[in-house]
């Protein structure tokens, strides 16, 4: 059936829709009340606008979903979107860092805790906050005023079984639950204060002490009402240091939007109590929808399920939005009570749309100048490397080993110079042997290029290493018949022995850029932006690839990884252990006290302190596993 016949064919109730080209991409996803209505405007030729037309020009073919309602298009425009990523959608990416902070009530003696994702595990959640800055300063504001434990449940028993509390409880920063010297009531109280004032509502805490210390003082209590009293002045002085912007208590968010061609700014401003208590910023880029429907997606999202954030009673937008009636429905389902989606036309209200306006210009301005620079450092890196076209979206990869064991690889991603990190990519090395950088490289290539119909090649693939590494890449690269452009870069030291990847210690001098079908490698000036996109992306392979052996290094276990070690086998295992006695010892020995137990060769001895030298130094801690879970 032709297009234009299966358009009229379409259901005229609600429902999402799905505009792909001929290979089954899909380049957009959108909502609509009528569906027949909606694709027809888009597809019949009616609507004229330019940044619609490339959409258009590509539309090959049209999935329906008939839901029952507006509102059900809308929760499955949001999965539709998250699960295919469409160019012409704008996308709340997410990969944003978030950062909150998370108060479980349920625990016996609650402590705040940072993290970086929202869970629906009853907890109580804080924030977002856009910097680590902000929430530190929050916390420790917070800690002067309401201190609670902040110690693991491990240090917390320790000192409850010496009897005494830690420096934290001298410092006046923690109420020392751990030895009893606080009441069950007493840290509730904390818990319940520390909750109001993350929350933003810092007067109905005023409020609560000012009571208490009014009790205190009536019981005689004058210790307490001292220590009341001192509460209060602080969370005082917090709400005096808040700018004033509505008397009225009801808490809202106000959207503003900013836009120069494709490129868009959306500022939040979270406004609790009248205050302003935080904003939030997202920059959209080559965006072809009108402000309307960016704005309506936006909100979809910006408030969707899993993004856990905090729905107020009212939402501001700078513009009517299509389908108020049924975003406002989702809301109050997910609240339990009414939320009010509002365009204010006139008095204080436009002054708080105008205030998020302004911070939304800034942003956008912000974004556009750090774009003219990576757009310079863009056309420098076209124009020193000869490459075919502008490295918009670049590629870097990197493989780290532990002395042969535990190899892997890394794959990050750039778009416009920032990291895309929902599309980095970490491997496990399944067939090539381990201690051969060169195969590992090869296998990682060839899983690459296997999915490169579902994930179009870069601009630019780019590897840390030197000519044996580039020559990987591009043979494999011809072997798959694909083309794009592709270099690694090396340290000095890296280029003289490809195979010699120095790791650690310093004595680099300069990074040289090795190009296919070229002898010498490009020497950038070292103040040069393109040499620095490139160290950055470099860089960000490397410490991915190692996080995730890290990750895996801490899983294992030393022992298991001991196990790991070519040429050790359980019996030279047995041998160390009962020659020197512990798995500790065994680190830290010389080579030659290794050499000397009995089954363990000079070779076998040289392997061993190679892997444990690569480890880490004897006695360092092992690091932390990171927050980020391995793809
Ligand atoms: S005083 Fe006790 S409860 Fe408080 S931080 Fe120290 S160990 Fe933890």
């Known amino acids: 059936m032709e297009l234009a016949e299966r358009v009229e064919a379409l259901p005229d109730g609600p429902g999402v829709y799905l505009f792909k080209t001929a290979a089954g991409r899909v380049l957009y996803v959108g909502k609509a009340q009528n569906l027949r209505g909606r694709v027809r405007s888009y597809l019949g030729g009616g609507d004229g606008r330019p940044n619609i037309l490339l959409l258009i020009e590509r539309i090959q073919?049209?999935?329906?979903?008939?839901?029952?309602?507006?509102?059900?298009?809308?929760?499955?425009?949001?999965?539709?979107?998250?699960?295919?990523?469409?160019?012409?959608?704008?996308?709340?990416?997410?990969d944003k860092q978030y950062l909150a902070l998370r108060l479980d009530p349920r625990e016996t003696w609650p402590r705040l805790t940072q993290v970086r994702r929202f869970r629906r595990d009853g907890a109580w959640y804080f924030g977002p906050y856009t910097s680590s800055v902000a929430m530190r300063e929050s916390v420790s504001n917070l800690r002067r005023i309401l201190p609670l434990r902040s110690c693991r449940e491990a240090v917390f028993r320790d000192y409850a079984r010496r009897g005494r509390p830690c420096i934290e409880f001298e410092m006046k920063r923690c109420p020392g639950p751990c030895c009893g010297l606080i009441s069950r009531e007493g840290y509730d109280e904390l818990v319940r204060g520390t909750a109001l004032f993350l929350r933003g509502r810092s007067e109905e805490l005023a409020e609560t002490l000012k009571q208490r210390m009014r009790e205190a003082s009536a019981a005689e209590r004058f210790e307490e009402a001292a220590r009341l009293r001192n509460q209060l002045q602080a969370v005082e002085r917090t709400v005096e240091s808040q700018q004033m912007v509505s008397t009225q208590a009801i808490d809202r968010d106000v959207f503003a939007l900013a836009r120069e061609g494709?490129?868009?700014?959306?500022?939040?401003?979270?406004?609790?109590?009248?205050?302003?208590?935080?904003?939030?910023?997202?920059?959209?880029?080559?965006?072809?929808?009108?402000?309307?429907?960016?704005?309506?997606?936006?909100?979809?999202?910006?408030?969707?399920?899993?993004?856990?954030?905090?729905?107020?009673?009212?939402?501001l937008t700078p513009l009517p939005i299509e389908d108020e009636g049924a975003l406002e429905a989702l809301f109050a389902e997910r609240t339990g009570r009414r939320v009010a989606l509002r365009t204010p036309r006139r008095g204080r209200l436009v002054e708080l749309l105008a205030t998020a306006r302004a911070n939304a210009e800034l942003g956008l301005r912000h974004r556009l100048e750090a774009r003219e620079s990576l757009d310079a450092a863009g056309e420098e890196l076209q124009q020193a490397l000869g490459l075919s076209g502008f490295p918009r979206h670049i590629e870097g990869y990197d493989v780290s080993t532990l002395g042969g064991t535990l190899t892997v690889a890394s794959r990050v991603v750039f778009r416009d110079g920032q990291p895309s990190k929902a599309e980095y990519r970490r491997y496990r090395i399944r067939d090539a042997a381990?201690?051969?950088?060169?195969?590992?490289?090869?296998?990682?290539?060839?899983?690459?290029?296997?999915?490169?119909?579902?994930?179009?090649?870069?601009?630019?693939?780019?590897?840390?290493?030197?000519?044996?590494?580039?020559?990987?890449?591009?043979?494999?690269?011809?072997?798959?018949?694909l083309e794009t452009d592709a270099i690694s870069l090396a340290k000095e030291r890296d280029a003289?022995?490809?195979?010699?990847?120095?790791?650690?210690?310093?004595?680099?001098?300069?990074?040289?850029?090795?190009?296919?079908?070229?002898?010498?490698?490009?020497?950038?000036?070292?103040?040069?932006?393109?040499?620095l996109l490139l160290q950055r992306i470099r860089d960000e392979s490397h410490r991915f690839a190692i996080e995730f052996q890290r990750g895996l290094r801490s899983k294992a276990g030393l022992v298991s990884i001991l196990e790991e070690i070519p040429g050790i086998g359980p019996g030279k295992r047995r041998a160390l252990l009962r020659e020197l006695g512990s798995l500790r010892a065994v680190r830290s020995a010389s080579l030659e006290r290794l050499a000397a137990v009995a089954g363990i060769s000079r070779r076998d001895a040289t392997t061993l302190r190679g892997f444990f030298d690569a480890l880490a130094p004897p006695g360092e801690a092992e690091p932390e596993p990171s927050e980020e879970g391995a793809r």
């Open 61 to 94: 073919a049209v999935d329906v979903v008939v839901t029952a309602s507006v509102k059900d298009a809308l929760l499955l425009e949001n999965e539709l979107i998250k699960r295919h990523k469409p160019p012409f959608n704008v996308r709340l990416r997410d």
């Open 496 to 531: 003289e022995s490809p195979s010699l990847r120095v790791r650690r210690g310093g004595g680099l001098k300069s990074e040289r850029v090795f190009l296919p079908n070229r002898r010498d490698p490009v020497s950038l000036p070292a103040s040069s932006r393109a040499l």
């Open 262 to 315: 494709g490129e868009i700014e959306v500022q939040a401003l979270h406004v609790r109590d009248g205050r302003v208590r935080g904003t939030e910023g997202f920059g959209f880029s080559d965006v072809r929808l009108d402000d309307g429907e960016v704005m309506s997606s936006f909100l979809g999202q910006y408030y969707g399920a899993e993004e856990g954030r905090e729905i107020p009673a009212e939402v």
């Open 434 to 481: 381990p201690d051969d950088d060169l195969a590992c490289l090869r296998e990682v290539f060839a899983r690459r290029l296997a999915r490169a119909e579902s994930e179009p090649l870069p601009d630019l693939m780019l590897v840390d290493g030197g000519k044996g590494q580039l020559s990987v890449l591009s043979t494999a690269l011809a072997d798959a018949g």
